[in-house]
């Protein structure tokens, strides 16, 4: 027991140091004091309840993506069939109930439409796309496996991700969180961001753009029904003083993807805010040849199934360039620049949890849990050291070690100090001293059951040991579960707890006991006061 | 200096006596307290139920107009909302439960939440938004099967544990106490209709962190008096380790309490409800350590054998054959 070689007692110290070290930067930046630049600089992250911020959760529909990609498929059966050699002819199509089922003329050419289907439906993965069945030997029904639509939407979330990483980059905020979370959500985190509204109107457009060319204008009754033959019916975006819609070309136009680049800036006559935009080699082409072919035609504008203008083409336009006008406002015309930029985003995502927290709050909040921290902490010591004196004091002192060394852990593995964090905090700081309550709790027995004062504290650390790593064994349990399925605030807290269980146990047993042992040894007292 | 003794040496009360009478306490309380959540039932935040919550700080009067607050919203067609006091008299936090099929479709929840911000923005010039929290009904279902989950599998986690590092007894007893902490956890949110969050459901995990922390304390002793007095009868070996623990158990709880007061009274009003759990769960949890966990052993028959390592076959034919039988 008072043998405390040196190697141990250096790595104890070591340990206690350099995990107190850690936490300055910490401290330094809690206290908005200047860290040496020169410095590393491992700081605890804090939440957004504790920074201010926006949480932002979005989510994908499924069943969007699934219906996307039947539009898309039934788009690349009707051209494979009408590219055969020779054409096969195919009609009654229909995409009811997730399936997409068409009706082949000509029963004879079973083979080769299964042929020509084969090869775009199941393109070249190792998974199969979708099942095919021929029902009565004409009518072709083609359903999505579950693995299809597995991969379907992961790549649909996958690219959202990408787009979504963009257009917040686009922002200019300070280290925004962009994480997938499940199968169809991603979450987004931006602390310090003031205005959550413009970060929702930014994620919650897809963004799609389309140039198309308009056949004439629609009637109400037209847009009511939504389609007329031949071409398309699209509505007007609200608010453009235009009550109907117009009806384009089904075929043909020019999509956002061939943007290089969109930037918002104002129309030189009228000096109204515009979006500016500069196609690829490939879109600029498209726009030159549509523009020289129908002149003096209207062309739409259609982002997301509305128009947002339809000017009249006066002149061909080789440039490549184009601006979008219509009714923006410096900053809707700023956020439509940074959706065209990103791309459109593969699905639709919606918000299906919000939550901000405004900058003077979490100061406030943070103000207010360190007050309560401290003064916790010094009544928790008084007691300790009125209680059980010198054995208090170690106590203390471990208590404090305890403090900085679960700041500084948490800081160096880049964890986040949250609300509900706090309180682990203070939780941590009563139960912190629990194993030296029970260590000395045992000695004070040892001691009156005669047992000799080295052999009493020996003892004491010993039974004691073993209720304490069962109680940190349990907690620790319980802190991993609540960090797995505890979302948000609740993982701040079970974090804090988990770290908290480590660094208490460390500072409480092994470093008092090495305290313990060398005043032993250095005094040698007969009698001790506990 | 003369040091303080919370507890005097060797107390010697009988705990156990009373094991009857506060078993049926206990069994009662039980019961009382789910027969409040499932009449009156939790008082769910916005976490659990879905819709909004904003708080804000009127910047320019001593106090929040809380009646005018509740008309705003209420004439905006949201029947019923909350508005309470937060922490400072002018600072004020405001519930809206969305109607089922706003809340069920993600755009129209978003609206409604845009709308009553606006509303309330355009209203009183010194409105400051410190916050809001919008989670949709999905999202909220979700929270609740995730949080029970959370609740259930941590207790018979632990309870595992429990019984793996000691005897079945021992898992079943602690379950039960933790049982009896989580009930009366609840039952008190339900009977005062207190604001049920997921930081609550953290609450109850910290409790049931500490109340077995405090059956451990006193589970280690009982096994070690089992090992020492194999002839003591065993309500007489728990009222013992009972009492050789109370020092260690007053002494944990009062520095727990020291180090959470401060928080109740001082800290942060939204961390006020999560605190306030801790606190009822410190007594709740010292509680049921001692009547629930330990009683269950009389009955279910703990016997100091179990603490005696059985001869296997091997052992007994080493034995015979280094001829001590």
């Known amino acids: ?90 009609g009654d199509v229909s ?132 389609f007329v033959a031949g071409g398309e019916v699209v509505p007007y975006a609200e608010g453009e003083g235009f009550p109907n819609g117009v009806v384009v070309q089904r075929i043909g136009g020019i999509d956002g993807e061939t943007l290089t680049s969109a930037q918002q800036s104002f129309d030189p006559r009228t000096n109204e805010p515009v979006v500016s935009i500069t196609f690829n080699p490939d879109g600029g082409r498209r726009f030159a040849r549509m523009t020289t072919q129908y002149t003096g035609r209207q062309f739409a504008i259609i982002l997301d199934g509305e128009v947002i203008s339809a000017p009249r083409m006066q002149e061909p336009i080789q440039n490549g360039q184009s601006q979008i006008s219509g009714s923006f406002t410096v900053e809707s015309a ?181 305290w313990v042992a060398g005043w032993l040894r250095k005094t040698r007292p007969t009698d001790i006061n506990l | 200096m003369k040091l303080l003794k919370l507890v005097p040496d060797d107390t010697n009360i009988k705990f156990l006596k009373w094991r009857f009478p506060f078993f049926i306490v206990s069994i009662l309380l039980i019961a009382g307290s789910w027969a409040m959540v499932f009449t009156k039932g939790l008082n769910y935040g916005v976490d659990f139920a879905g819709g909004l919550e904003v708080r804000a700080t009127f910047t320019e009067r001593a106090e929040a107009p809380v009646a005018e607050l509740r008309e705003d919203v209420e004439n905006l067609g949201y029947q019923s909302p909350v508005v309470q006091r937060f922490g400072e008299d002018n600072q004020v936090s405001i519930r809206v439960r969305l109607p089922d099929e706003v809340a069920a479709d993600n755009e129209a929840a978003q609206a409604a939440a845009n709308e009553v911000v606006a509303e309330l923005q355009g209203n009183y010039p010194d409105f400051r938004l410190d916050g809001n929290d919008n989670v949709s009904g999905k999202v909220s279902g979700e929270f609740r099967e995730d949080a029970i989950f959370a609740l259930v599998a941590a207790m018979l986690a632990v309870a595992l544990y429990i019984w793996i590092r000691f005897e079945w007894q021992f898992g079943v007893g602690a379950l039960f106490a933790l049982f009896h902490d989580v009930s009366l956890a609840l039952g008190m949110f339900a009977l005062f209709q207190m604001e049920f969050s997921l930081q609550i459901i953290a609450a109850i995990l910290a409790i049931i962190g500490y109340s077995l922390n405090d059956t451990i304390v006193v589970y280690d002793r009982i096994r070690e008096n089992l090992k020492k007095y194999r002839k003591m009868p065993l309500p007489e070996l728990l009222d013992l380790s009972v009492n050789e623990t109370l020092a260690r158990t007053v002494m944990t709880s009062l520095t727990l309490l020291l180090a959470l007061l401060p928080l109740l009274f001082v800290g942060p009003a939204s961390l006020f409800g999560l605190t306030a759990a801790i606190t009822l769960g410190l007594f709740v949890g010292t509680y049921s350590s001692v009547y629930m966990a330990a009683p269950l052993l009389v009955w279910m028959g703990v016997t100091s054998d179990s603490f005696v390592p059985e001869e296997t076959v091997a052992d007994r034919q080493e034995k015979v054959a280094r001829g001590e039988v």
Request: charged share 20%; net charge negative; aromatic share 6%.
């Open chain 1, 95 to 226: 995409t009811a109930d997730g399936q997409l089922s068409f009706l082949l003329d000509d029963v004879t050419e079973v083979d080769r439409a299964r042929a020509e289907l084969e090869t775009i439906m199941n393109g070249t993965g190792p998974v199969r796309e979708w099942d095919l069945q021929v029902v009565d030997g004409q009518r072709f029904v083609l359903t999505p496996t579950q693995a299809g639509l597995d991969n379907a939407v992961d790549a649909a979330m996958e690219g959202a991700l990408r787009t979504v990483g963009i257009r917040i980059d686009g922002l200019g905020t300070r280290e925004p969180t962009i994480l997938r979370q499940g199968d169809t959500r991603i979450v987004v985190q931006v602390p310090g961001l003031q205005d959550p509204e413009q970060l929702k109107e930014l994620l919650g457009k897809t963004a799609k753009l389309e140039f198309k060319l308009v056949e004439r204008q629609a009637s109400a009754e037209e847009v009511q029904r939504g």
């Open chain 1, 1 to 90: 027991m008072l043998e405390f070689p040196t190697w141990r007692k250096a790595f104890l110290w070591g340990v206690a140091i350099v995990g107190m070290l850690l936490s300055l930067p910490s401290l330094f930046s809690l206290a908005n004091l200047d860290w040496p630049e020169q410095l590393p600089e491992p700081t605890i992250n804090l939440g957004l309840d504790l920074a201010g911020g926006s949480h932002i959760l979005l989510e994908a529909d499924r069943a969007d993506v699934a219906a996307t990609r039947l539009e898309d498929l039934e788009e690349s059966v009707r051209n494979a069939m009408r590219r055969a050699e020779p054409r096969i002819r195919i």
């Open chain 1, 334 to 514: 700023n956020n439509l620049a940074i959706q065209l930029r990103s791309g459109a985003l593969p699905v639709d995502l919606s918000v299906v949890e919000e939550r901000t927290v405004g900058p003077d709050l979490g100061a406030d909040s943070i103000k207010q849990g360190m007050f309560a921290i401290l003064i916790g902490t010094l009544l928790v010591m008084g007691l300790m050291i009125v209680t059980y004196g010198r054995f208090g004091i170690y106590a203390t002192v471990a208590l404090v070690i305890n403090v900085f060394m679960l700041l500084g852990i948490m800081a160096a593995l880049n964890m986040t100090l949250t609300l509900p964090g706090l309180a682990g905090f203070v939780l941590t700081i009563g139960a912190a001293v629990d194993a030296n309550v029970l260590i000395n709790e045992r000695i004070r027995e040892e001691r009156k059951r005669g047992r000799r004062v080295v052999a009493a504290v020996e003892n004491g650390y010993k039974e004691a040991s073993r209720a304490i790593y069962d109680a940190n064994v349990t907690n620790f349990i319980a802190g991993v579960l609540l960090f797995n399925f505890g979302s948000g605030p609740i993982k701040g807290f079970a974090v804090v707890l988990v770290v908290g269980l480590f660094t208490s146990v460390f500072t409480a047993v092994p470093l008092t006991r090495m």
